[in-house]
């Protein structure tokens, strides 16, 4: 397990960040963090299994190994990214004594939908999450050439959405935090996940709070208002 700390200057709530999938450069998140410090959140930056500093020698760039056409060793590295997850989290809440909340973005907010099905946490803030893995990897340009891969050996649609089953936040029934501590932020322009697939959840999770930006899949991390909304609800939800 390896995190990162950007601390607020004058702290007054913890934010655990998951980031993305094929991450490799922290600078993409720089504005989001400065503006959660700002309104005085320190954000605890999990690093994902195969990424940044866990990046293999022999892996062409970060993520490689965290999904690819190698199906097992990604179910692995999904199961791991959340025990790892679970137990920052747990660290950081016992570290400061105070309400933590997950916040994730694309992948990272699977992998914290993921948890929350597991155990309680205080609550969680997810940002343009990745809830339907399998039509991802089937129907996003982004894995074409796995998609290949896979159907070069044989394996189907149907055969990988069993395999994923457990892991789909869309499949989950029953999860271990009050609904109204489930925060769901999208962006209008989404050109990575299908926007129907955000509806499927929120529709399956009978979410209470879905926020919508005017924003992409990565630049709504650019977006002011969004680290006021967090904020916003880390004290108004969690009982900070």
Same mark, same amino acid.
């Given at each position: 397990?390896?995190?990162?700390c950007?601390c607020?200057?004058?702290s007054?709530?913890e934010?655990v960040?998951?980031?993305?999938l094929y991450?490799?450069?922290?600078e ?5 963090i400065?503006m ?7 954000v605890? *930056? ?9 990046t293999p020698k022999?892996s062409?760039f970060s993520g490689?190994?965290f %999904?690819?056409?190698?199906?097992y060793r990604?179910a ?6 959340v ?17 933590v %909340?997950?916040t994730?973005?694309?992948?990272g907010?699977?992998?914290?939908l993921?948890?929350v ?7 969680i803030f997810?940002i343009?999450?990745v809830?339907?893995i399998?039509e ?5 340009a ?6 290949n ?5 044989g394996?189907?649609?149907?055969y990988?959405k069993?395999?994923?089953s ?9 999860i271990?935090?009050p609904?109204d501590?489930?925060?769901?932020a999208?962006? *209008? ?5 299908d926007?129907?697939?955000?509806? *499927?959840?929120?529709q399956? %999770?009978e ?9 992409g899949?990565l630049?709504i991390?650019?977006?002011p208002? *969004?680290?006021?909304?967090?904020t916003n609800y ?7």
């Amino acid at each position: 397990m390896k995190g990162r700390c950007f601390c607020a200057k004058e702290s007054v709530g913890e934010i655990v960040f998951v980031h993305g999938l094929y991450e490799d450069n922290m600078e993409i998140y720089k504005f989001f963090i400065s503006m959660l410090n700002e309104q005085g959140m320190n954000v605890h *930056l999990m690093v994902l299994p195969y990424h940044y500093e866990r990046t293999p020698k022999e892996s062409a760039f970060s993520g490689e190994y965290f %999904w690819s056409a190698d199906v097992y060793r990604s179910a692995l590295a999904f199961k791991q990214a959340v025990y790892d997850l679970c137990q920052f989290y747990n660290y950081v809440q016992t570290k400061s004594g105070r309400a933590v %909340w997950i916040t994730g973005f694309s992948m990272g907010g699977g992998i914290g939908l993921s948890l929350v099905s597991l155990i309680p946490i205080d609550g969680i803030f997810v940002i343009n999450p990745v809830c339907n893995i399998t039509e991802l990897m089937w129907h996003s340009a982004l894995f074409s050439t796995i998609k290949n891969d896979l159907e070069a050996n044989g394996l189907t649609f149907e055969y990988i959405k069993n395999m994923y089953s457990l892991y789909e936040p869309l499949n989950i029934k029953d999860i271990k935090i009050p609904k109204d501590k489930v925060v769901m932020a999208k962006g *209008l322009y989404d050109q990575i996940n299908d926007p129907r697939n955000y509806e *499927l959840f929120n529709q399956k %999770w009978e979410l209470k709070h879905e926020l919508s930006y005017k924003a992409g899949h990565l630049n709504i991390l650019r977006v002011p208002k *969004l680290a006021t909304d967090i904020t916003n609800y880390y004290f108004d939800r969690a009982g900070a």
